[in-house]
């Protein structure tokens, strides 16, 4: 089963995530796409989520209710802190040995790759599929990889700038079923 996993903060999910998430689906033929809410980032360490755990996984549960390809899974929830993207592998695998595993991300991570806790491992065991605005990311010696064009404006920082402010962002950026409180 061709699976793709995609770890984020998800620090609110926005239809942006779906829209990336949906592109890799269907360029590469994928049967479904984990979506991986991380407990916490080794690259940001010391700060806090806006949102909940539990609130990140309710609101990705009901942005991705309707999506038939769309997994939500509380793996690395459920692993201690930090979210290293390599044990996430590792224990899918172990779960789902059948499994030809993907890691979805966007430009902003692949050019942060090689800073990536055994990159190499995770070189050998998937291939990454990247989201880029723009033109494509280089692609590096001994990676496999799939770019793939886009231009979805919707960005969690913007939508937390945008209610820590008390105000709403833009509706388009708002999943169905999802409301940010």
Known sequence: MKTCLFGGSFDPVHAGHLTIAQAAAEALGLHKVVFLPAACSPF?????????????????????????????????LQLPP????????????????????YWLM?????????RWARYDYLAEQLRFIVYHRGAPPQPREGVRATFIAGNHPASASAIRAALQAGQQPPAEWIPANVVYE
């Open 44 to 76: 940001k360490t010391g700060k806090t989520a806006y949102f909940s755990a539990q609130q990140r996984v309710d609101m990705l549960r009901r942005a991705t209710a309707h999506l038939p390809w769309a997994e939500v899974s509380e793996l690395d």
């Open 82 to 101: 930090p979210s290293w993207s390599w044990r996430i592998v590792q224990t899918w695998q172990q779960l789902h040995p059948q499994d030809e595993l």
């Open 106 to 114: 966007g430009t902003d991570q692949w050019e942060q790759l090689h």
